[in-house]
């Protein structure tokens, strides 16, 4: 708001936490009397932030794509690879021959590399099976990383990422054989949160991923995208029609697409790792998601391929260096913006009645956390009021 100060920054301030919740915050000064005689820690002059929400990732997946990597160093386009049978085609090889335990062994290195930098939250999705048995596998996976790790996790089911080689050029008949009746047993098990698709040339239609938004509408689960990521398809209107949550990667989008996803309230998920990885030249559209008063939120989009990166850090790095975000941006597309992408409503701000899920960082001021790179000041992390 006009006149308010960056950041939200209260100097010389104080949170008071009870029974996991914040129950109060503001200045030191303010303090009511209720509150003075409570047990304190000193954080002698640290900054205090949310603590951090990765809301893109694909943390559990087997094998690695480093060939890939050289390939595409070597000239070959991310397309190019996908079309030759690597690309998200040869991680889905590698993930079925995992075991479970395997999978997550896996998964649980990701994510304490992701813990570490102060990652309360964390989303992850499937897609990486592409037949019912290996996504149902995923899900549960990411399921049992929050029951082994002190963070809290959201899946997404990503059935629709990309065509199996056993129905290749029959995407169609894999949207309704596989992608639809494995959301429907992943949701009876009750291992989905929200449901993703990828919009693009190398994966699904506009008219493919609706049919299975249509599906995920019914069973009353939200829905996000993968969209305009390679081209512009109308992934992120199609997304706004829906009403999801976000609309991720975006390099394409277009003004118009900014419109329609204010209107809906879809989240832009800004995911600078892979437009690095990948070499890309165009952009996404930064300033028309500030006209439109689009939210933007970041992420790391950490995955084998286009984005083998954990660090949500280097992220807000990222996308200031390379899409021109502000430092404040970045933060807030990391504590808030993140929030409302998963469709969390606890959790983000440092706020009385929310989760007591905080940062703690030996910084003198927040720019600090975009501004350094392969830098990690966390001090300490609180998880439902708990270091």
């Not at 600078?272 to 970041?298: N, Q």
Request: hydrophobic letters at 45%; aromatic letters at 6%; a negative charge.
């Amino acid at each position: 708001m006009d006149g308010a100060p960056a950041y939200g920054l209260v100097e010389q301030g104080a949170v008071v936490m009870a029974d996991g919740l914040i129950s109060w915050a503001g200045p030191m000064s303010d303090l009511p009397a209720e509150f003075r005689d409570q047990e304190t820690l000193d954080l002698e002059g640290r900054v205090v932030t949310p603590a951090l929400i990765d809301c893109h990732t694909h943390v559990v997946h087997g094998g690695n794509r480093a060939r890939e990597f050289e390939m595409r160093l070597e000239g070959a386009t991310y397309e190019e690879v996908a079309r030759a049978g690597g690309g998200i085609v040869s991680t889905v090889s590698a993930t079925r021959a995992a075991s479970e335990a395997e999978l997550l062994e896996g998964a649980l290195a990701r994510v304490d590399a992701t813990i570490a930098e102060g990652v309360a939250t964390i989303e992850i999705k499937s897609g990486y099976g592409l037949d019912i048995d290996t996504e149902l596998r995923m899900l549960r996976v990411a399921r049992s990383v929050a029951s082994r790790r002190p963070v809290r996790v959201r899946t997404s089911y990503l059935g629709a990422h990309a065509t199996p080689p056993e129905y290749n050029g029959r995407a169609d008949a894999y949207i309704d054989e596989v992608c639809i009746p494995g959301l429907e047993a992943a949701h009876a098990e009750g291992l989905v949160d929200a449901v993703d698709g990828f919009c693009e040339g190398i994966a699904f239609s506009p008219a493919q991923i609706a049919r299975v938004f249509d599906r995920a509408k019914a069973l009353g689960i939200p829905v996000k995208l993968h969209a305009e990521q390679l081209s512009n398809l109308g992934g992120a209107r199609l997304a706004a029609r829906y009403g999801a949550l976000s609309a991720d990667h975006l390099e394409y989008a277009n003004d118009g697409d900014a419109e329609a996803m204010a209107r809906a309230g879809t989240i832009a998920v800004i995911l600078p790792g892979a437009f690095y990885t990948l070499r890309e030249a165009v952009a996404p559209p930064i300033a028309a998601f500030r006209a439109h008063g689009v939210p933007m939120a970041v992420a790391t989009d950490c995955n084998p391929g286009s984005s083998p990166m954990s660090s949500l850090l280097l992220s807000m790095n990222m996308a200031c260096t390379l899409f021109r975000m502000t430092p404040e941006e970045a933060l807030a597309g990391v504590t808030r913006n993140a929030a409302r992408a998963l469709g969390m409503d606890d959790a983000g701000m440092i706020k009385p009645g929310l989760r007591a899920d905080l940062a703690i960082w030996d910084i003198e001021h927040p720019a600090e956390l975009a501004y350094r790179i392969g830098f990690n000041p966390l001090w300490k992390r609180i998880f439902g009021g708990d270091l």
